[in-house]
């Protein structure tokens, strides 16, 4: 009974790299959910995607971010050309169906940009 | 201003001492998170509500939906509960809202 799964725990990469975020969710849950974290800040929505579908991006910035979640394999957020400021920790979160379902959060992924 | 404010900022408390931590939001909510996390570590989700109180364990949420208002109780602290507890709102935009959290410290 697995919970929600993030790898890589730590991602260190230097600018103007590429950094590939995965989240697997918990079985039987259609609907994640991405969040970024900034240091000293508190949570931010970023994407929310059910199955193929990206349902609501209207927190993630409209350049050198993209998310999916395909039919088979984990939900992937990619972070194209990293900048210093992306320096953050990013959450996944899943649920079962949309709309007042509790969300289940993976320990994150901590994105380092040298 | 943030449409989800939480108090105090941060928290030192004896072991044994009841805690307790408030949230007030400005957004019309279909349902409330509380959420902990520990210092490098993932997030737990604790409660989610959507009226009333609920309890698990020590740990005990109410909401008072007409003053946009929930507070998070914990009873007979321990130095285990420290971490940062955060509020949610779940508006009807099916976004989190989140608070910036609370800092808790509990001293043996």
């Known amino acids: 009974n697995a919970g929600v799964m993030q790898n890589p725990r730590h991602l260190v990469r230097r600018r103007g790299q590429e950094a590939r975020l995965r989240c697997s969710p918990m079985k039987g849950h259609s609907h994640v959910y991405w969040y970024r974290q900034l240091p000293e800040e508190g949570l931010k929505f970023m994407v929310y995607l059910q199955k193929e579908n990206i349902i609501d991006e209207s927190g993630m910035p409209k350049e050198r971010f993209s998310a999916e979640f395909p039919k088979e394999g984990p939900s992937i957020l990619r972070i194209q050309q990293v900048v210093r400021g992306d320096s953050a920790a990013y959450f996944c979160?899943?649920?079962?169906?949309?709309?007042?379902?509790?969300?289940?959060f993976g320990d994150g992924t901590r994105l380092s940009i040298l | 201003k943030n449409e989800v404010e939480q108090s105090p900022q941060n928290l030192t408390a004896q072991e044994g001492e009841f805690i307790t931590i408030n949230c007030s939001y400005s957004?019309?909510?279909?349902?409330l998170h509380w959420l902990q996390q520990h210092p490098g570590g993932g997030i737990v989700s604790l409660f989610m509500?959507?009226?009333g109180k609920k309890k698990h364990g020590r740990l005990i949420a109410t909401i008072n939906i007409q003053e946009k208002h929930s507070s998070l109780h914990i009873t007979a602290s321990h130095p285990r509960d420290s971490a940062v507890y955060i509020c949610a709102a779940w508006g009807g935009s099916e976004k989190l809202v989140f608070g910036k959290g609370t800092k808790l410290t509990v001293n043996p």
């Open positions: 957004v019309g909510i279909s349902a």
């Open positions: 979160a899943s649920s079962r169906d949309r709309l007042n379902q509790p969300q289940h």
């Open positions: 509500l959507s009226s």
